[in-house]
């Protein structure tokens, strides 16, 4: 007998008991409404599960080893197609989301290679089941393992920063142009160059790993940085035997 992860909304509202707990976690039957022992029974334990679940600090939750539904071995490692999903939904997340609602939508996205399929689907009819699942999990596991994705998910886009930081060449002139617009076809021109250089089709450069298709664009970010390196280096030199002939 255990809190799902539905009843998150619910034990967070302002309700002291619900009927929902009552019936689907605690197995209260309406007809026992009159044997007023059992009624008792249920209620207390209901409120209990309640009390219990509106005491624990969630955000403190973590990775349940024993849970049955498994986390990617790295988020790095799901499909990039997954990430960018899963980019989308946390982003645009707020506080006017439904939380419940966010949090199964998170961990379907972020674990349905590892629990489902390899192949990334977020349209079929088993990620929707995967889902349905989900909700009907410990809701201490399922807090706890969306916590751990978030978790990874903001160490890993800090990591990607500060690697693309490293070999970024300034142009203020493609900035004064509006460069900063190409941005919105990051994905596309991604996808794309994973297709050339792969030689692979468009849907499986989609399900490609996040981990696979940012390095190849940080080994080519990295190819042209070092290039861009050169050409100052020699225009130095250039310069400096020039001074030397003339002085």
């Not at 799901?78 to 939508?105: K, P």
């Not at 940080?218 to 190819?223: C, E, I, L, V």
Request: charged share 30%.
């Amino acid at each position: 007998m255990h809190l799902r992860l539905r009843d998150l909304d619910t034990i967070s509202g302002d309700k002291v008991i619900s009927e929902e707990i009552m019936r689907d976690v605690v197995g209260f039957k309406k007809y026992w409404f009159f044997k007023k022992a059992l009624f008792r029974v249920a209620a207390s334990r209901a409120m209990d599960l309640i009390g219990k679940a509106r005491e624990t600090d969630i955000s403190k939750l973590g990775y349940n080893e024993k849970g049955r539904i498994k986390k990617p071995d790295h988020i790095d490692h799901i499909a990039f197609q997954a990430m960018m999903q899963l980019e989308n939904i946390i982003s645009n997340s707020n506080m006017e989301s439904n939380m419940v609602d966010t949090m199964t939508l998170v961990i379907a996205t972020a674990c349905y290679q590892k629990n489902i399929n390899e192949h990334f689907d977020s349209d079929g009819e088993e990620f929707s089941n995967f889902r349905k699942q989900i909700l009907d999990e410990s809701m201490y596991d399922m807090v706890g393992l969306f916590n751990h994705i978030c978790g990874e998910y903001g160490d890993s886009q800090l990591k990607w920063k500060k690697l693309f930081m490293s070999v970024e060449i300034p142009n203020a002139e493609m900035e004064e142009a509006g460069a900063g617009r190409m941005n919105q076809f990051r994905v596309l021109t991604t996808i794309k160059t994973m297709c050339d250089e792969f030689n692979c089709s468009y849907d499986e450069a989609w399900q490609m790993s996040y981990e696979l298709t940012q390095t190849n664009s940080y080994a080519k970010a990295t190819y042209a940085h070092i290039h861009e390196n050169l050409r100052i280096l020699k225009e130095h030199k250039m310069r400096a035997e020039k001074s030397a002939r003339h002085s």
